[in-house]
């Protein structure tokens, strides 16, 4: 029988884990892996896959001529194998995604693709409001080119993609404000933070279901399951399980 001091001396290491674990932030880090570890736990990737996954990251390396690395795989039975762990681990990932959420894609690009679209607009940011309505003006009367005048009064990267997903509320304003014109209608000045922004519309970029597309949305789904695993229950224990086969 298990006296209670043993108990508790079995436990002490878990609660030290625990207590280092959260005191950097990494218990939903580790749970999350936990959680995709269970997940692909039935998922089988073929030897074949494995290395064909291999050889295009030596190649990847070889043109980045990274020596280092590829001195390490060839020389090191342990890296190659570690990283083909690796790789694995990603195939399965890949592959429960897939299978989990791949049918729905279609559905739910439907549902989201008006957050999807995008706003494409070129601008022209400068601190002094007199410039900003002078070259307003110049733009107005073809004076020169949007271009040209980036060129001369910024950097050249001038063309901006407005992006409903990722952008402020500012942003999101902003984009409103820009569909009611035609494209290439061209701004007033506007302040924006102590800056003077010359816009010019572009178009509206719809968003199409291609290849990348289906990637970021299956994305999407993964981490909102992610997201709502981190709060049951059942995975904690599972957590909780693993930690203490670290000390058993």
């Known amino acids: 029988m298990v006296s209670t001091q043993q108990t508790k001396a079995?436990?002490?290491?878990?609660?030290r884990i625990i207590s280092s674990l959260?005191?950097?932030?990494?218990?939903?880090?580790?749970?999350r892996e936990v959680m995709i570890d269970d997940a692909i736990s039935s998922i089988h990737c073929t030897s074949e896959e494995v290395e064909t996954a291999y050889q295009q990251i030596i190649?990847?390396?070889?043109?980045?001529?990274?020596e280092a690395f590829l001195t390490n795989c060839q020389q090191s039975e342990t890296a190659k194998k570690q990283i083909c762990e690796s790789i694995t681990r990603k195939l399965k990932i890949t592959k429960f995604k897939q299978?989990?959420?791949g049918q729905e894609i279609a559905s739910y690009f439907i549902s989201r693709k008006q957050n999807l679209d995008r706003v494409v607009y070129s601008e022209i940011v400068l601190e002094n409001e007199g410039l900003a309505?002078?070259?307003y003006f110049r733009l107005l009367g073809k004076e020169q080119s949007f271009t040209?005048?980036?060129?001369?009064?910024?950097k050249p990267d001038i063309y901006r993609v407005y992006d409903q997903m990722k952008t402020c509320p500012l942003d999101s304003k902003m984009a409103q404000l820009l569909i009611k014109y035609q494209p290439g209608k061209i701004l007033r000045p506007i302040n924006c933070n102590n800056v003077y922004r010359?816009?010019?519309?572009?178009?509206?970029l719809p968003a199409v279901l291609d290849e990348s597309m289906h990637h970021q949305l299956l994305d999407e789904l993964y981490e909102a399951w992610l997201s709502k695993g981190c709060n049951e229950k059942h995975y904690r224990r599972m957590m909780l399980r693993e930690l203490n086969s670290w000390t058993a």
Not at 22 to 31: A, E, M, R
Not at 59 to 66: R, Y
């Open 59 to 66: 190649k990847t390396k070889q043109m980045k001529s990274d």
């Open 198 to 204: 010359v816009i010019r519309f572009e178009q509206i």
């Open 148 to 154: 040209e005048l980036a060129f001369e009064y910024q």
């Open 133 to 135: 309505t002078e070259i």
């Open 10 to 15: 079995q436990a002490e290491p878990v609660t």
């Open 22 to 31: 959260g005191k950097y932030n990494l218990l939903p880090q580790l749970q």
């Open 99 to 101: 299978a989990t959420w």
